[in-house]
């Protein structure tokens, strides 16, 4: 680790690599800012056995209630913040989590609840959100088939566009 990354707390640049969505025209959603809705409808469109990776949390309860409910990471995800290096839970992407989540965040408001969000399965990012639930569109994996992005963009009330990642 490099002197600068361990006096100003950065992540070194031989931890920024990781797995990233592969997909050259990924389908892209319009961007949402209601975190419950999102986290609701990921299910539906994600398979069994999924783990939704939540990084950079800027509000301490939501960082304890992240890390009650993280499991010990499968792979590594590539980081979106390298200064200063950013907290990242892996949570077990279930229509159970995700509702209660969903309910811990409508009991426990947060103005900022993280700044990525990805999920991956066996290893492939499914799922890429950098600077989520602001004004950037996330990205996923062709291999998910239309009706059901379509269906998750609808829940979402987003539009859906095939783009570059």
Known sequence: ??????????????????????DADPWCVSPTRDVERFVRALPSLMPSGSVVYFEDTA?????????????PSQVRVAVGTIWPRPDGYHVPLTAETMEELAAFLEQNPAGFFCAHCHVYCDGVVLLQWYDAFTNVPMCISRTIGADAVARFGEALGSSVSVGSA
């Open 1 to 22: 680790m490099g002197f600068f990354a361990r006096l100003f707390g950065a992540v070194p640049k031989e931890e920024w690599g990781g797995i990233r969505l592969a």
């Open 59 to 71: 509000e301490p309860h939501v960082r304890q209630y992240l890390q009650s409910v993280s499991v």
